[in-house]
């Protein structure tokens, strides 16, 4: 089945540095990559997603970036704040979102 | 239009004990996930149901968990004979019908701590 990683595990930068998580998929047939923020005693939310057919996707400060040749995936932050701070899960799914598998997360500590 | 509701928030069971969690979708949403997330880990998937149906519980173990997600009234996830191992956020979602076009959306998680 599709195993999802996620790299780094910890990530601190300085408010209004960028940031940058990145995820690698095992499962080639995969076509959709969301991306999750969860901050603390909250469920994930949907922040962005990327399906195969494009390669980048742009909204505001965020932004992902899909190499499907190498099977990776990375969310790019800019102009990062405090609020940024939070925990952020890649997942990728086949073709049904009940079949979404999740990388292990990203703590983002952006430092005032 | 509120969001999906899971209760109890917060849920302490001894070993051996029932653990119940429910899970009230979004209204008009008809498709119910449960995750499993465990301390410092990512969602795991766990079970998808439409309304009286069990569409995929593959990543459910296969002895004492179950769910439902009845006609009338909100999805269960029920625990049996609690163990430590079980302690964990428990995650539902939903969405209005499946496939990558429909978003899932989360509830706030219950967190079950077994003594």
């Known amino acids: 089945g599709e195993n999802v990683e996620q790299h780094p595990s910890t990530l601190s930068v300085q408010e209004g540095d960028s940031a940058v998580i990145k995820c690698t998929y095992s499962d080639s047939a995969s076509n959709y990559f969301p991306w999750y923020k969860q901050e603390l005693g909250k469920g994930p939310q949907l922040i962005i997603d990327i399906r195969s057919n494009v390669g980048e996707k742009k909204d505001q400060r965020i932004a992902v970036t899909l190499n499907k040749t190498a099977k990776h995936f990375s969310l790019h932050i800019t102009e990062t704040q405090p609020e940024d701070s939070a925990v952020y899960f890649c997942?990728?799914?086949?073709?049904?979102?009940?079949?979404?598998?999740f990388g292990a997360g990203t703590r983002l500590t952006v430092k005032p | 239009n509120a969001g999906v509701m899971q209760n109890p928030r917060h849920l302490v069971r001894r070993r051996g004990q029932e653990a119940r969690l429910r899970c009230s979708p979004m209204?008009?949403?008809?498709?119910v996930y449960w995750y499993r997330q465990l301390p410092e880990e990512g969602l795991k998937f766990m079970v998808y149901?439409?309304?009286?149906?069990?569409?995929?519980e593959s990543g459910m173990p296969k002895e004492r968990f179950s769910a439902e997600f009845p006609k009338e009234g909100p999805s269960i996830l029920r625990i049996q004979q609690v163990v430590r191992g079980d302690s964990a956020a428990y995650f539902c979602a939903s969405s209005q019908s499946t496939g990558v076009l429909y978003e899932q959306y989360f509830g706030p998680g219950t967190r079950l701590t077994v003594t």
């Open positions: 209204k008009g949403h008809s498709h």
């Open positions: 149901l439409q309304k009286e149906n069990i569409i995929d």
């Open positions: 997942a990728a799914s086949i073709y049904d979102n009940n079949d979404m598998r």
